[in-house]
């Protein structure tokens, strides 16, 4: 019976010490607010402003639906990630940024479905990817089976484990969250959720619009920067590309235009004005995608764009319209500026756009010229802790330099 109770000891024992350091973890995310409701997300950032950043979930459409729901806005911006940089204070009603729902045109029925079931908005404002539409077929978020919820997995709960080896956050920072401290960057000011927020100030702001702190401020330098300084410095090298949405060469597929056009039918016959955009990339990119002939399919996708009879802007080339390669992210990601350039662009080129009743054209003008040069626009100084760095060795800080 002794043995018996021994052998009950150890295994109890053991039991705890295994389950110990898996249930700080599960303290530790819960602190940093990894396990809340997205719907208890969306409406306290309506009420404090929060940064809201998960280390841990794939949820951006699930995320923008309970946004759209809290903040039941009369303009909606669509589109993937290259839409988060639309922001509230670019428009004079309501706003919210409906981006990363859609890595391919395949996602946009359901989210569209599902949004207007929500709300119903006055305008949408549709960023549209070139690359949805060329190439090979882009599987719908579905079909790649993403969890799209707070729950708790165990490769969730063991993903702490993964950021201590890497070095991705210290023990020091680890205790620090654990303890309750969601302030550990200077980077921005906000109030935080989720850990990529607390620890790189990255995440969604309560208008759905995105921000990469630590990147956009020259605290990232990983495989991702490098391959961006290398692209942009050299752009004739995407010519070499053999496969992605930059691969020169593409056809045209046209089953995908059918779904963007079955959409914007959803949406007008549900009474919503939409706006569709063919955004930039960076002008370097740009230039070698015109001057190379190689992507005529971009310019057949324009055409078309061009016939859905809805407002269509083809804003490729962001130097025409006062841009350089110091407003972009990366590649494809244009910044604040660039999208406050877009607006008074639309307007400019027709007066009569629907646009002009949710914009102060001469505020766009004025903050054009307060953020140019920058990625950023700091409406609100005393939420950002520093300026921005030249991130792909264009000079683009240096008043001396002319930056095309």
Known sequence: MEDKHKYMFYFILTIIVVMFPLFMNYL????????????????????????????????????????????????????????????????????????????????????????????????????????????????????????????????????????????????????????????????????????????????????????????????????????????????????????????????????????????IGTLERAGVRVILMLPPVAPPIQRVMTESGRYRFVDSLSDKLGQLGVEYYDLRDSASYGSTVCEFLDIHHAGNTVYLRMLSEIVTRNPNSVLAGYVDVDWLKRSIGEFNGLIVAQFDTTKYGMVERDLYGFRCHDESVAVQ
């Open 28 to 263: 530790m995310l819960r602190s940093a607010g990894e396990f809340r409701s997205l719907k208890d997300v969306a409406q306290y950032q309506q009420s404090t402003g929060a940064l809201y950043g998960t280390g841990l979930h794939d949820i951006n459409p699930e995320h923008r639906l309970e946004i759209i729901e809290a903040r039941r806005p009369e303009i909606i911006a669509l589109g993937s990630s290259r839409a988060g940089y639309f922001r509230q204070e670019f428009f004079t009603e309501r706003f919210a940024c409906a981006c990363l729902v859609m890595s391919s045109i395949h996602d946009a029925p359901a989210f569209v479905s599902e949004m207007l079931s929500r709300h119903m908005p006055k305008l949408v404002l549709w960023n549209i990817d070139f690359w949805w539409f060329g190439g090979t077929r882009r599987a719908a978020r579905a079909e790649q089976q993403n969890e799209g919820s707070v729950s708790l997995t165990r490769q969730k709960i063991t993903k702490p484990f993964v950021w201590l080896r890497d070095g991705t956050i210290s023990f020091a920072e680890y205790f620090e969250i654990l303890v309750g401290n969601r302030s550990l960057n200077s980077i921005t000011h906000y109030d935080k959720l989720g850990v990529r927020a607390v620890m790189q100030s990255v995440g969604t702001r309560s208008d759905g619009s995105t921000l990469h702190g630590a990147w956009t401020y020259g605290l990232r330098n990983d495989e991702t920067v490098i391959s961006n300084r290398r692209r942009l410095n050299s752009p004739n090298v995407i010519l070499d590309v053999a496969k992605g949405g930059y691969a020169p060469d593409q056809n045209f597929r046209s089953e995908e235009f059918q779904i963007l056009a079955d959409t």
